[in-house]
């Protein structure tokens, strides 16, 4: 039995899905984390691992990690990180924007306050340690260098918005600091075999090989087996995140809209701020499920808010000063939840919209994953919204997407 391992990293923690080459999952494991902090992942990773059963771990074949998007680390020549990470939402790059714009065409996915390339430009300048630096790697990066054990390899979604140019499979010559960027595979092709030392730590065969990575949200589109164009992937997790199978490709930094390459198509899209988090702010799990039973959902919520947990948005306003609006807020819980589900519809809508006025192949079909998927009241809300069918994707996590692309490739 050949299983192939599939690892997501969210924002809130991981999980690991094992398949079968039929595609049938054998095992799953998830821990959570409260600090996205390296050695919490590594932790985290090496957790996962024990946490399956040693049978399948005995036959694992392939592993691919994925992690969120622009999430990245700046490290030393051991691949020691000699920063924290920054986070996908962090944009504190906006102070090197216009370094940016002086470089790079008007609408490349660079140029935005929380693009990789932003974070990696405000490291130049404000990293005490930058001339220790020799390599800037994504968190799927990272993470799979720990069991591969050979730092600077990465794949060309984690890439996208760091600067590769995913038509002719390099870095454009306008983009500086080229020696410390990585290696950049296709998708779900080999590395190399996993490092001794951890298949013998773990049971895992030596022969067992690694595999590049890909980006939370894409590996969700995956796990959906989406494959005509026009079908699109909602990720409805801490974040929102939009992708739309596109025959043509789009690219508009003015609404932060962007196009992963997906073998001869394009994935469409963008990511909001807004999203899950949000909701765990104001109510708890338990919460979400009693109160969303009583909403009723036919009915549209007048209540008009940007739901955001902190100023600044990326998709479909792209603006890392939009200010949050979740007032009023309504003394009665259903009808505020009502409220704040429907506004993420109405950002949702707007998104799908923007897309296809701008050419994208008309929007047909979305599945939905992540957490919010289950939320059978949100989903008939969608619906109304976005006027198409809209339903839970069979697979949803990110980490059977990976195990997906580890086993069959783009
Ligand atoms: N019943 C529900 N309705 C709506 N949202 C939910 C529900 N249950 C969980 N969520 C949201 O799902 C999010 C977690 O989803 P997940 O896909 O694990 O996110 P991530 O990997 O981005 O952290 C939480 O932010 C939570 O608010
Ligand atoms: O918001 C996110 C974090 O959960 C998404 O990962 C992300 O921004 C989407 O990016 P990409 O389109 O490159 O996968």
């Known amino acids: 039995m050949h299983l192939s391992l599939g690892i997501d990293f969210g924002t809130s ?93 008007a609408d490349h996915p660079v140029v935005s306050s929380t693009s990789t390339l932003a974070k990696l430009l405000w490291w130049q300048e404000n990293c005490e340690d930058f001339s220790q630096a020799r390599y800037l790697l994504h968190q799927a990066d990272w993470l799979a260098f720990q069991l591969h054990g050979q730092c600077g390899i990465s794949d060309y979604h984690n890439s996208l918005k760091l600067g590769y140019d995913v038509e002719h499979f390099n870095y454009p010559s306008w983009l500086p600091l080229q020696e410390l960027l990585p290696i950049v595979q296709e998708p779900g092709s080999a590395i190399s075999p996993i490092q001794s030392s951890i298949a013998q730590a773990f049971n895992i065969p030596a022969d067992c090989r690694i595999h590049v990575g890909t980006t939370d949200s894409i590996a969700a589109f995956i796990a959906s087996r989406a494959s005509t164009s026009g079908e699109a992937v909602t990720s409805l997790g801490s974040t929102l995140v939009l992708k739309l199978l596109s025959d043509t490709r789009i690219d508009d930094t003015r609404y932060g809209i962007y196009s992963h390459r997906f073998g001869k198509r394009w994935l469409v899209g963008g990511a909001s701020n807004t999203g899950g988090a949000v909701l765990k702010q104001f109510f708890t799990t338990e919460e979400l499920i009693e109160l969303s039973d009583r909403i009723s959902a036919s009915q549209e919520s007048p209540l008009d808010y940007y739901p955001l947990l902190k100023p600044g948005d990326r998709f479909p306003i792209n603006d890392p000063e939009l200010m949050p609006r979740l007032e009023p807020q309504p003394l009665d819980r259903v009808e505020f939840l009502h409220g704040l589900l429907e506004s993420m519809a109405r950002i949702e809508a707007q998104g799908y919209r923007l897309l296809e006025s701008f050419g994208a192949t008309p929007l047909k079909q979305v599945f939905t994953a992540g957490g919010g998927a289950k939320n059978s009241a949100w989903t008939a809300i969608r619906h109304r919204q976005l006027g198409v069918s809209v339903s839970e994707a069979v697979q949803t996590e990110a980490a059977y997407g990976t195990a997906y692309l580890a086993l069959e490739g783009i």
């Open 13 to 105: 923690g991981a999980r690991a899905i094992a398949i079968r080459p039929d595609g049938k999952i054998e095992a799953q494991a998830a821990v959570s984390y409260t600090s996205n902090l390296a050695q919490t992942w590594l932790e985290t990773l090496w957790q996962l691992l024990r946490n399956l059963p040693e049978v399948v771990r005995n036959h694992l074949d392939r592993i691919a990690i994925n992690g969120t998007s622009s999430t990245v680390l700046l490290c030393d020549r051991a691949g020691r990180p000699i920063t924290e990470p920054l986070l996908y939402n962090d944009a504190r790059g906006v102070s090197v924007l216009e370094r940016i714009r002086a470089i790079a065409p």
